[in-house]
């Protein structure tokens, strides 16, 4: 019951609470909607990372595939805003099958190779300007509608949009993570051999994973592009989008469901609010400076820490 009374609260917080506090200054949100956004791709790469085994430097290639099938389906086929991200999302499974052959790789070779999908993409998008744009982009990309006359186009939309995906997904890996599917991908990080012998098939589950974080992943691209209402495929299939979810996931926790998304706010909110002031040029590189940090102090990342240290005060007061 303490945990269901937690959850309410914590829930009450992000829906009503947010909004409430941070909802009139739309700068605040907006910095919030794009760390959620972060988030959303941050809990993909950890899904892929933590149940897949698999490690990504290229999840920009699905966020720039979902962006820009998603504007395209609204400009040019007059779908509905919010059917179109699905289709966006979609779009970004199926661009995930053209990185089938990449799953013969592993570690480091396996990594670069969906680095090297994402340059394809983005070339693609440059050279396809028929459809995309080209170098000039889209522009005029509608934003979220008004459903039931509640406005999703302001930030306050966005954010209730944002944090609605990004919790639907650390729901979705929780399941997962607890189902018979989850203890086989598990057992296949300790020996693919061992688990091909009982009648596992590891590279289904290697492409299922594969494919559902590209899902997650077009998804929040397909919302992104109906926030910021324009694309161009430097920055749609920029690698900030592989880059920063990597070291909010990290840096938070990528072992744990909470660890990206904690990571992903804290890191984007103190890289925006306080180190782009003090450094205008190269703040980023605090953040580096800042995950080697963690990753010395606790490989676990902040949440192990938090609790770590929690665990031991109280392991104090019993005493």
């Given amino acids: 019951m303490n945990r269901i009374a937690l959850t309410g609260i914590v829930l009450l917080v ?6 409430l506090v941070v909802g009139h200054d739309l700068y605040l949100m907006s910095l919030t909607v794009a760390s959620l956004t972060i988030a959303g791709v941050a809990l993909a790469w950890a899904l892929l990372g933590n149940l897949g085994g698999m490690v990504s430097f ?3 290639a699905f966020f720039g595939v979902g962006s820009y099938v998603s504007a395209l389906l609204v400009l040019k086929v007059g779908w509905p805003v ?11 499974v199926v661009a995930s099958l053209a990185m089938l052959p990449a799953l013969r790789l592993k570690g480091p070779y396996f990594a670069l190779a969906i680095l090297a999908y994402a340059q394809i993409f983005r ?10 744009g080209g170098s000039g982009g889209l522009s005029s990309i509608p934003g979220l509608p008004k459903v039931f006359g509640f406005d ?4 306050t939309g966005g954010y209730l949009v944002i944090l609605t995906l990004v919790l639907v997904f650390a729901l979705a890996y929780y399941f997962l993570r607890r189902s018979y599917v989850g203890l086989a991908l598990r057992a296949m990080h300790e020996s693919e051999d061992a688990t091909r012998v009982v009648g596992v098939n590891n590279a289904m589950l290697k492409t299922c994973m594969l494919m559902l974080s590209a899902f997650m992943t077009g998804l929040v691209g397909a919302f992104n592009a109906h926030i910021i209402n324009f694309l161009e495929p430097d920055y749609a299939f920029n690698a900030t989008w592989a880059v920063v979810p990597i070291i909010a996931a ?3 926790g990528y072992r744990t469901i909470t660890g990206p998304l904690v990571g992903a706010v804290v890191v984007y909110l103190v890289d925006q609010l306080f180190l782009k002031d003090i450094l205008p ?12 940090g963690m990753i010395i102090l606790s490989p676990a990342g902040l949440t192990a820490l938090v609790f770590k240290k ?3 005060r109280d392991a104090y007061a019993a005493s």
Avoid: D
């Avoid at 992000?14 to 909004?19: A, D, K, R, S, T």
């Avoid at 919010?82 to 970004?92: D, E, I, K, R, V």
């Avoid at 040029?281 to 953040?287: D, R």
């Fill in 14 to 19: 992000l829906y009503v609470g947010v909004p």
């Fill in 310 to 312: 929690r665990k031991k």
């Fill in 58 to 60: 290229g999840h920009n």
């Fill in 123 to 132: 070339i693609l998008a440059t050279e396809m300007s028929g459809v995309t």
């Fill in 152 to 155: 999703f186009s302001t930030k």
């Fill in 250 to 252: 990290i840096f938070g």
């Fill in 82 to 92: 919010f059917p179109a991200m699905l289709g966006g999302g979609l779009s970004a």
């Fill in 281 to 292: 040029t190269g703040h980023q590189i605090v953040l580096g400076v800042l995950l080697v």
